[in-house]
Every structure is written in structure tokens, then in C-alpha cells.
T-cell receptor, first 115, second 113 residues
Framework: DTEVTQTPKHLVMGMTNKKSLKCEQH?????MYWYKQKAKKPPELMFV???????INESVPSRFSPECPNSSLLNLHLHALQPEDSALYLC??????????????FGPGTRLLVL | EDKVVQSPLSLVVHEGDTVTLNCSYE??????LLWYKQEKKAPTFLFML????IEKKSGRLSSILDKKELSSILNITATQTGDSAIYLC?????????????FGKGTTLSVSS
């Protein structure tokens, strides 16, 4: 099973809402990633979770907060977002080995619209 | 600072043409270079290159890595309208948090019939 799943596929939220994006993989990967992609731009890395260590991209606002309940799941909690946060949010996973030479496998993404 | 540069940024060709897309990189702890094709959804994986000088092929697409020149090219022969997409080059690097991809800005390819 080489699939990364994400839910929901689409999400519309107001600026005062709290919502969560979910990502799941069952490939035994130890590294999972959240990316943000605006239209016609490449994906931008937000967070990396690897071997139980979370790395935060310091340019990511605190209104985004990741959570990893277990090695197969990765959540992204959203609170008080701004309209400019509207984007496609992609989750990816990889084996997470330090030897490198890995491929990151992407999920289908959650398309988020903030009103 | 790690960076990946793709050229050209956009390209318009006619069906049947052959195109070459370029990717150059400057990264520490290079591990591999990947090519993705992105249409309206998430990027789909095309190739992963780790060894210099070995061409990878899939149908009309092929790619090769030159570690000496820190670059890679993606060739598409006999282009079709279905090849219209954004082609992303990404370089895998290993940092303190593990493995992550550094993406270029992409080349937007438009194939007209």
C-alpha cells in the first residue's frame, strides 16, 4: 500500500473557526510532512515530523499547529486563519532513513478556502 | 542557502515537438533529485535520480543527472496535449530533522494541438 490519504478533500472555514486536517499512511514510514501550495507555485514545506522529532519551519504562523498521535497519523490544527491561508495543503511521507535516497509520497491534498 | 533553479519557467510547444527542461541545484547533503508532474491535483512522481550519467526512461519521458554540473534535464519526445502541466524538480537533502525535498519553481509546459 503506497498510498497517503488525506481528509477532508475540501474545507471551507471562517476566520474564527477551528478545524483540523488529517493525514494517514500505512507504509511504515517514519517521516511525515505538511506542505502548503498556492496556485501556480511549488509546494512549500511547513513541518517535518521524523523519528518522533518535530521540526517547525519558523516562518509558519502559530495559527497552524501540527500533531502526530502515532507514527501513521499526522494532523494539522487550524485556528484563526486568514484568507491568505487559502491553499492546497499536501501531506507526504517517506521512510525517514538517514541514508537518504528516498522518495516522498504525496497525498491528494486538502483544498482549503478561508472566508 | 539550499536552492533549486528550473528553466525555462514556461514553455509553449506544438504537438510532436521535443522539449528539454532544466534543473540546477545547490544543496548540502544531496541525496537524490526527483521530477514530478503536476496538473490540477497533487504532484505525481516521475523519476528519482541518484547516480550521475544513468538515464532513466518511461515511455516518451527520460531524465539524467549530472552531479559534476549539479544539474538534471527532463526530456519529453513527441509531445502530446496531455503533457501540458507544471514539471517540478526537487532535490532531496538530509538535515537535522531527516529527509525533505527542496523544490524548484517549476516549468509550465503548454502543448498546443
Amino acid at each position: 500500500d503506497t498510498e497517503v490519504t488525506q481528509t477532508p478533500k475540501h474545507l471551507v472555514m471562517g476566520m474564527t473557526n477551528k478545524k483540523s486536517l488529517k493525514c494517514e499512511q500505512h507504509m511504515g514510514h517514519r517521516a511525515m510532512y505538511w506542505y502548503k501550495q498556492k496556485a501556480k507555485k511549488p509546494p512549500e514545506l511547513m513541518f517535518v515530523y521524523s523519528y518522533e522529532k518535530l521540526s517547525i519551519n519558523e516562518s509558519v504562523p502559530s495559527r497552524f499547529s501540527p500533531e502526530c498521535p502515532n507514527s501513521s497519523l499526522l494532523n494539522l490544527h487550524l485556528h484563526a486563519l486568514q484568507p491568505e491561508d487559502s491553499a492546497l495543503y499536501l501531506c507526504a511521507s517517506s521512510q525517514g532513513g538517514l541514508a537518504g535516497g528516498e522518495t516522498q509520497y504525496f497525498g491528494p491534498g486538502t483544498r482549503l478556502l478561508v472566508l | 542557502e539550499d536552492k533549486v533553479v528550473q528553466s525555462p519557467l514556461s514553455l509553449v510547444v506544438h504537438e510532436g515537438d521535443t522539449v528539454t527542461l532544466n534543473c540546477s541545484y545547490e544543496v548540502t547533503n544531496f541525496r537524490s533529485l526527483l521530477w514530478y508532474k503536476q496538473e490540477k491535483k497533487a504532484p505525481t512522481f516521475l523519476f528519482m535520480l541518484t547516480s550521475s550519467g544513468i538515464e532513466k526512461k518511461s515511455g516518451r519521458l527520460s531524465s539524467i543527472l549530472d552531479k559534476k554540473e549539479l544539474s538534471s534535464i527532463l526530456n519529453i519526445t513527441a509531445t502530446q496535449t496531455g503533457d501540458s502541466a507544471i514539471y517540478l524538480c526537487a532535490v532531496e537533502a538530509v538535515g537535522q530533522a531527516g529527509t525533505a525535498l527542496i523544490f524548484g519553481k517549476g516549468t509550465t509546459l503548454s502543448v498546443s494541438s
